[in-house]
């Protein structure tokens, strides 16, 4: 069973109450409630070999990548991040203070987006490094974005640029996009939204199933980043297939897009890619006018 | 560092306003206010050839442990599961059908505990089984019992039977005493209470270190489980040190401990097995009235 069909059946086996669970398996996190307010829950892991390479990248940086994707999965949901906890399975060969800079990497990037380390569990054993971490967040005033409310004719846009991020630093290093997808959830009208941390054309097509709909991009508008240029036989199919870019996509009616692109909130560039459409099709408009299926894998992956 | 080095040290690194995080790492689970209420956290692990052999045991017994491990933790603190998330390190080489036993095992004990399993992240690598699981749960109204709390003169209980547990079935198969724990803090003056997953001695010395005290234990009293007397060569030393026994060790001033052994509120067998002094020792008095200090480790151990 694939990583997606096992998602699907997972979801087909819940069944929650809507006023205790109003968004369960499926999207960037859950969404439950709580003493009748609303809590966002998520978990995402880190393992030596598929997201980083320890030996090359060192344990503080994987401390801090952990914590990142999941301080990226609460921008997805445009939450405010509150508190978190960490499972290390540390290998027992691992090298002395190894635990102590994964600890810092964790507390690094937690403390500089208000994220509490409240608790975790550590245990050694006979495997690679493993760092799982769970994170709890408060929903944005306008409650949490889903991925299911894109609509056809809504404006699909993207945050930063796109290709060659496991190529570099970057899905090390990168900036979570909380703050910038709190300003967008307070002054537009965004229906659906989500991380780009499997690629932009697969995770656009996650936003699209969950939302019953279809999507065109528009090969010239996607922003290529400068590493994928230098670094990639085929920058567009990189920024398309690459992943772990960690940017935001989202869906927005089309006056909103305009009113964004015309004077964005904050410094990170806003490019507008392409548009919802009704039919399931997820297509590429190629520079010459010709559309193709969107490509949702390519030869830039490394391991993954 | 060890283990408990190494927790002590990442106590000595966090500092919490206690109005946000009354209880930070350091208990079994957390201890956060959240929109004004009390919510508890935690995270725990269950890592293929230390917490079991997925060989041997199969993964939907992997799925239930790793989920009732953490039922475990709410119920020392005497509280009330909400849901849990589960990440997953499914090796490559894992036979068909594996994902979906361990999500059924999951399930199944969360569903017997009223947990509802709302969100994960699977991944498949070269490494052998993890699974980290993270739960939220609702404090008791008599708010949550610590392990900080024991004074000297306290009696000492426990439920249940201990022992050789790692050597059959029982630490896969255990009942986390959720239900026991809520009858203990709404009908008793609980001080301080912990579950017993690394043995009776060595949590009875976390449970005495957070409260800055010691204890002395009465060998005699030591319930011992059945299948201690009955494959251990020495059956006290094993019901103090095998651990994985997933019983509630507790402290309560006298009159309630009286009152609780004269009227257990359930059928699971309370014992009085000791009491908390003033001085920091950890002692045994043993069957010929000599004292001695409380034994921490033994030959029992397999993996762990």
Same mark, same amino acid.
């Given at each position: 069973m694939r990583e997606r069909d096992f998602i699907d059946w997972i979801c087909s086996q819940s069944d929650f109450d809507p006023a205790i669970v109003p968004v369960g398996p499926g999207d960037d996190m859950a969404v439950v409630v709580c003493n009748g307010t609303k809590?966002?829950?998520?978990?995402?892991?880190?393992?030596?070999?598929?997201?980083?390479?320890?030996?090359?990248?060192?344990?503080?940086?994987?401390?801090?990548?952990?914590?990142?994707?999941?301080?990226?999965?609460?921008?997805?949901?445009?939450?405010?991040?509150?508190?978190?906890?960490?499972?290390?399975?540390?290998?027992?060969?691992?090298?002395?203070g190894d635990a102590e800079a994964l600890y810092a990497g964790l507390r690094t990037i937690a403390d500089a987006y208000g994220c509490l380390l409240v608790g975790g569990d550590m245990g050694s054993w006979e495997g690679p490094l493993c760092v799982s971490v769970s994170i709890l967040a408060h929903p944005a005033s306008t409650g949490p974005i889903l991925r299911s409310g894109a609509r056809p004719g809504d404006i699909l846009c993207v945050t930063g640029a796109f290709g060659a991020s496991w190529r570099t630093r970057r899905h090390l290093e990168f900036a979570p996009r909380v703050e910038e997808a709190k300003a967008l959830a307070a002054g537009f009208d965004l229906h659906a939204m989500i991380d780009v941390s499997d690629g932009l054309a697969i995770d656009l097509g996650r936003l699209c199933g969950a939302s019953g709909v279809g999507a065109n991009l528009e090969g010239e508008a996607?922003?290529?980043?400068?590493?994928?240029?230098?670094?990639?036989?085929?920058?567009?199919?990189?920024?398309?297939?690459?992943?772990?870019?960690?940017?935001?996509?989202?869906? /927005?009616?089309? %006056? *909103?897009?305009?009113?964004?692109?015309?004077?964005?909130?904050?410094?990170?560039?806003? =490019? $507008?890619?392409?548009?919802?459409?009704?039919?399931?099709?997820?297509? /590429?408009?190629? %520079? *010459?006018?010709?559309?193709?299926?969107?490509?949702?894998?390519?030869?830039?992956?490394? =391991? $993954?």
């Open positions: 809590l966002l829950l998520a978990t995402d892991q880190v393992l030596d070999g598929v997201h980083v390479v320890i030996a090359d990248h060192g344990a503080e940086s994987v401390g801090r990548k952990v914590m990142a994707r999941n301080l990226s999965d609460v921008a997805a949901m445009a939450a405010t991040p509150f508190c978190a906890v960490a499972s290390v399975g540390l290998p027992t060969q691992s090298p002395q996607i922003p290529i980043h400068p590493d994928a240029h230098a670094m990639c036989a085929d920058p567009l199919l990189a920024a398309l297939t690459d992943g772990e870019d960690y940017e935001l996509l989202f869906a /927005l009616p089309e %006056p *909103d897009a305009d009113a964004l692109l015309a004077r964005p909130p904050f410094d990170i560039p806003v =490019t $507008r890619i392409g548009e919802i459409i009704a039919s399931p099709d997820r297509t /590429l408009t190629k %520079p *010459d006018g010709s559309r193709s299926p969107l490509p949702t894998g390519g030869w830039e992956h490394e =391991t $993954r």
